[in-house]
């Protein structure tokens, strides 16, 4: 079975313009979360989907958001990026009644210049 | 608040054990976890332990306490492929809930 896959992996941006990461999960999870990674911080919880619908948030400005489709793909939008928004961006998957175990992608490093 | 700690680096000897510590202390408790995350890579699943007491899996265990908000990752036999960030993570109410990730202990592996 594959994994999470995450597109792109590498990306490098100005300070000001947007950026939309993709996200898709294993075959048969439902539920996606996605992370932000940055040394000082570690992993902090972005915000979660289940079938379509936003189900957790996470404390994040409104500057980032995201949305989920009908296959659970999903998807990642940061508007108006900052240099501090430079992090590795997690995706992870879990099946709808496994409440245990997530999944991890790869990431998808931004850098902000 | 929600809060996790961890050592922030640790070194131990080829073919050595070595035991990360965790401590928690969060709004609720429903599982706690352990994921090892080699650099420039995903974090992958190690354990997870919901009930007190320790969970084996090959070089690995896992020990939970609950009333002390404490957890233990032990890594016996060490080998040098496992130099890596170990990250420690609550989930915190039943549900399919976010984890609430420790910083990791980046742990190096030498001869």
């Known amino acids: 079975k594959a994994g999470v896959t995450q597109t792109p992996r590498y990306l490098i941006k100005t300070r000001g313009q947007q950026v939309t990461l993709s996200c898709s999960p294993i075959s048969g999870h439902r539920s996606v979360s996605w992370y932000q990674q940055t040394p000082g911080q570690g992993l902090q919880f972005l915000f979660e989907?289940?079938?379509?619908?936003?189900?957790n948030k996470g404390n994040f400005p409104g500057r980032f958001s995201g949305r989920q489709f009908s296959n659970s793909r999903s998807e990642m939008n940061v508007s108006t990026l900052e240099l501090g928004d430079s992090a590795l961006y997690l995706c992870?998957?879990?099946?709808?009644?496994?409440?245990?175990?997530?999944?991890f992608g790869p990431g998808t490093r931004l850098l902000v210049l | 608040g929600q809060n996790i700690d961890q050592p922030t680096e640790m070194t131990a000897t080829e073919g050595a054990i070595v035991q990360i510590n965790c401590t928690y202390q969060t709004s609720g408790f429903n599982g706690l976890f352990w994921y090892q995350q080699h650099a420039g890579e995903a974090p992958t699943f190690l354990s997870y332990n919901v009930l007190d007491g320790l969970e084996e899996t090959g070089r690995f265990s896992s020990f939970l306490s609950r009333s002390k908000g404490y957890s233990y990752l032990l890594l016996k036999e060490l080998q040098m492929k496992d130099s890596a960030s170990y990250l420690c993570a609550v989930r915190d109410r039943v549900g399919n809930t976010p984890l609430v990730f420790g910083k990791g202990t980046r742990l190096s592996v030498i001869a």
């Open positions: 989907y289940f079938s379509e619908t936003q189900r």
């Open positions: 992870a998957s879990s099946r709808v009644s496994d409440q245990e175990t997530q999944y």
